[in-house]
């Protein structure tokens, strides 16, 4: 009887754990509210996903003329020893960068130590290596692709330093034995290179100016774009990672708006559009309580399409905004019978409908995930 007792226990506790495994995995990851609270610093973060930077090379240290004096040997023979060599400059992709903000315009690798007496070689300078997002494309003066940095650790010489130059003993010969000629040091690379960012969020915001784009982005993550009622209110991407309780984080960039005619650079133009195409998915942000907002679609998939075709396969999605206002509930009615496509209602300022959105957000992101990885 204890023994039946025993089984069915046993039995019982394998079926509630397979049970309970079954449930955790099927269900719906919840969106989290950060416990952290904003940054209270006043200094707000953009995100660099373009520079032009100037590279050079650390020039060789010069070989040094010497000849040795002994107290037996007035001429001991030249003793000057070779000058070190000038440090590369070295674009490395690291996980620990996450935009090309810290990569100054300029940057310089150390000099070699010039040679000295006693065959003492100077030390070669130490490489000026740059850490960079995982993903960055690094392209010449030309505008060719040079680099692509799509794995972790890979690296990029991007100007190589100056050989040192070789001291008086390199050039002892058979007629020479007392050379007074040494070598300089060459002069490292100088060169230009273009940086860019490949992948810059999962997903990003597209609008016109005063959407809401930047208030969406402060209502569902920790980023502090600013919020004003005037139009190009942003002007560089803002990137903000949204959490989920299963560890998963999805990164959205608010993107400055966008205008009729941006593909033939109006407005923030062109330089907006690359921003777009650095972006997984694209939410489509409407200003609802406008009138004809169906007309506002429109115009922004025709910009993205005039851009570049394949930005309108992307994945996508249609937001609604500002439906605490009079006319919204009306206009979405007629949207809604005008397209099939899914349209999430929001407001971003009262933070309306927020969860299913984020809701939403996830089921791009997972299903998408692999595309981008
Ligand atoms: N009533 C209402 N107002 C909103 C809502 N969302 C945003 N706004 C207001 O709309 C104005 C513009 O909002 P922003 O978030 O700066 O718009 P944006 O799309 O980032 O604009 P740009 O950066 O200029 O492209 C602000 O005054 C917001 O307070 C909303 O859901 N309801
Ligand atoms: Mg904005």
Same mark, same amino acid.
């Given at each position: 009887?204890?023994?039946?007792?025993?089984?069915?226990?046993?039995?019982?506790?394998?079926k509630?754990?397979?049970?309970?495994i079954?449930?955790?995995?099927?269900?719906?990851?919840?969106?989290? @509210?950060?416990?952290?609270?904003?940054?209270?610093k006043?200094?707000?973060?953009?995100?660099?996903?373009?520079?032009r930077?100037?590279?050079?090379?650390?020039?060789?240290?010069d070989?040094?003329?010497?000849?040795?004096?002994?107290?037996?040997?007035?001429?001991?023979?030249?003793?000057?020893?070779?000058?070190?060599?000038?440090?590369?400059v070295?674009?490395?992709?690291?996980?620990?960068? &996450?935009?090309?903000?810290?990569?100054t315009?300029? $940057?310089?690798?150390?000099?070699?130590e010039?040679?000295?007496?006693?065959?003492?070689?100077?030390?070669?300078?130490?490489?000026?290596?740059?850490?960079?997002?995982?993903?960055?494309?690094?392209?010449?003066?030309?505008?060719?692709?040079?680099?692509?940095?799509?794995?972790?650790?890979l690296?990029?010489?991007?100007?190589?330093?100056?050989?040192? #130059?070789?001291?008086?003993?390199?050039?002892?010969?058979?007629?020479?034995?007392?050379?007074? !000629?040494?070598?300089?040091?060459?002069? #490292?690379?100088?060169?230009q290179?273009?940086l860019?960012v490949?992948?810059?969020?999962?997903?990003?915001?597209? #609008?016109?100016?005063?959407?809401?784009?930047?208030? $969406?982005l402060?209502? !569902?993550? @920790?980023?502090?774009p600013?919020?004003?009622?005037?139009?190009?209110?942003?002007?560089?991407?803002?990137?903000g990672?949204?959490?989920?309780?299963?560890?998963?984080?999805?990164?959205?960039?608010?993107?400055?708006?966008?205008?009729?005619?941006?593909? &033939?650079?109006?407005?923030?133009?062109?330089?907006?559009?690359q921003?777009?195409?650095?972006?997984?998915?694209? $939410?489509?942000?409407?200003?609802?309580?406008?009138?004809?907002?169906w007309?506002?679609f429109?115009?922004?998939?025709?910009?993205?399409?005039?851009?570049?075709?394949?930005?309108?396969? @992307?994945?996508?999605?249609? !937001?609604?905004?500002?439906?605490?206002?009079?006319e919204?509930?009306?206009n979405?009615?007629?949207?809604?019978?005008?397209?099939?496509?899914?349209? !999430?209602?929001?407001?971003?300022?009262?933070?309306?409908?927020?969860?299913?959105?984020?809701?939403?957000? @996830?089921?791009?992101?997972?299903?998408?995930?692999?595309?981008?990885?």
């Open positions: 009887m204890k023994i039946e007792v025993m089984r069915f226990i046993v039995q019982f506790t394998r509630l754990s397979t049970t309970a079954k449930q955790y995995a099927e269900r719906i990851p919840q969106p989290l @509210r950060s416990t952290k609270s904003k940054s209270d006043t200094s707000v973060q953009s995100f660099a996903d373009l520079k930077v100037r590279v050079v090379g650390g020039k060789g240290g070989g040094c003329i010497s000849f040795l004096h002994l107290w037996s040997n007035e001429n001991a023979g030249p003793d000057g020893g070779d000058g070190g060599n000038g440090g590369h070295i674009f490395k992709a690291s996980n620990n960068a &996450k935009d090309l903000s810290m990569v315009s300029v $940057l310089q690798a150390d000099k070699g010039k040679g000295f007496n006693k065959d003492c070689h100077g030390k070669s300078a130490d490489h000026n290596i740059i850490e960079v997002p995982i993903g960055t494309v690094i392209k010449n003066s030309n505008g060719k692709v040079v680099g692509d940095l799509g794995v972790e650790g690296m990029f010489i991007a100007a190589r330093g100056g050989s040192g #130059g070789k001291g008086n003993h390199f050039f002892i010969s058979d007629t020479e034995q007392a050379p007074k !000629i040494s070598e300089y040091g060459a002069e #490292g690379e100088d060169l290179y273009t860019e490949r992948s810059m969020a999962h997903l990003g915001l597209i #609008g016109f100016p005063n959407a809401g784009k930047s208030t $969406l402060r209502a !569902i993550s @920790r980023a502090r600013k919020v004003a009622p005037y139009p190009f209110t942003t002007l560089k991407p803002y990137v990672m949204v959490q989920y309780d299963d560890y998963e984080q999805v990164a959205v960039a608010d993107l400055p708006g966008l205008i009729p005619d941006s593909h &033939k650079n109006r407005g923030l133009g062109i330089q907006f559009l921003h777009a195409e650095r972006c997984m998915g694209l $939410l489509y942000i409407l200003d609802i309580s406008l009138d004809s907002p007309e506002h429109s115009t922004l998939q025709y910009e993205m399409g005039q851009f570049n075709k394949n930005l309108l396969k @992307r994945p996508q999605l249609i !937001i609604a905004n500002k439906m605490d206002l009079p919204a509930e009306e979405l009615a007629t949207f809604r019978s005008k397209t099939e496509l899914p349209i !999430i209602a929001i407001s971003a300022k009262l933070g309306i409908n927020i969860k299913e959105l984020l809701h939403k957000i @996830r089921e791009i992101y997972d299903e998408n995930k692999e595309s981008t990885s």
